[in-house]
T-cell receptor, first 115, second 117 residues
Framework: GAVVSQHPSRVICKSGTSVKIECRSL??????MFWYRQFPKKSLMLMAT?????????EQGVEKDKFLINHASLTLSTLTVTSAHPEDSSFYIC???????????FGQGTRLTVV | AQTVTQSQPEMSVQEAETVTLSCTYD???????LFWYKQPPSRQMILVIR??????QNATENRFSVNFQKAAKSFSLKISDSQLGDAAMYFC??????????????FGKGTKLSVKP
């Protein structure tokens, strides 16, 4: 099956700093990538959808200036959490799909802790 | 807007027994996809099974099968011969048949399945 690699798996950063999370599709071209946030014991909440070469579409309530998403190539999307605060601590998961695929494939997730 | 409801926050099953997880959804679309995902403690999302709405036949993957009732908008997951490794969070998800941003998954709140030895 298709493989999506997300890096890093865990990151701890200080308040006020920025953190970049990478999501790569290793064996297929990801025309669309999705970024989710998951709080403990909760479901996945869609943050934004990005199509290669286009600006990301953010869900209501998600600050686009805080969560910068770049999808510059068909195999890489990045999520940058800018000026991180402790309330940004969460589990972030990406998924990717090709236009011809029925399903999306998930990365391993990134646990972000802001101290 | 589409919604997905999982009414069982937690379920428990004895090893080797059968368990059914419930899922209902709401949509005005006629063509869509439904999925069950498993999320073990590692938190990696694993696709368990998927169903295309236009197919009347229920999907089956080894010990996993679904009962898809389109008119009732119900999509339950049956796990037969439960194994200890089946213990995880299970999420039911809906996806429109369109591409691009319509292709995002809408998740239910999840059901935590415990398997007793």
């Amino acid at each position: 099956g298709a493989v999506v690699s997300q890096h890093p798996s865990r990151v701890i950063c200080k308040s006020g700093t920025s953190v970049k999370i990478e999501c790569r599709s290793l064996d297929f071209q990801a025309t669309t990538m999705f970024w989710y946030r998951q709080f403990p014991k909760k479901s996945l909440m869609l943050m934004a959808t990005s199509n290669e070469g286009s600006k990301a579409t953010y869900e209501q309530g998600v600050e686009k200036d805080k969560f910068l998403i770049n999808h510059a190539s068909l195999t890489l999307s990045t999520l940058t959490v800018t000026s991180a605060h402790p309330e940004d601590s969460s589990f972030y998961i990406c998924s990717a799909r090709n236009s011809g695929n029925t399903e999306a494939f998930f990365g391993q997730g990134t646990r972000l802790t802001v101290v | 807007a589409q919604t997905v409801t999982q009414s069982q926050p937690e379920m428990s099953v004895q090893e080797a027994e059968t368990v059914t997880l419930s899922c209902t959804y709401d949509t005005s679309e006629s063509d869509y996809y439904l999925f069950w995902y498993k999320q073990p403690p590692s938190r990696q999302m694993i696709l368990v099974i998927r169903q295309e709405a236009y197919k009347q036949q229920n999907a089956t993957e080894n010990r996993f099968s679904v009962n898809f009732q389109k008119a009732a908008k119900s999509f339950s997951l049956k796990i037969s011969d439960s194994q200890l490794g089946d213990a995880a969070m299970y999420f039911c998800a809906y996806r429109s048949s369109g591409g691009g941003s319509q292709g995002n998954l809408i998740f239910g709140k999840g059901t935590k399945l415990s398997v007793k030895p």
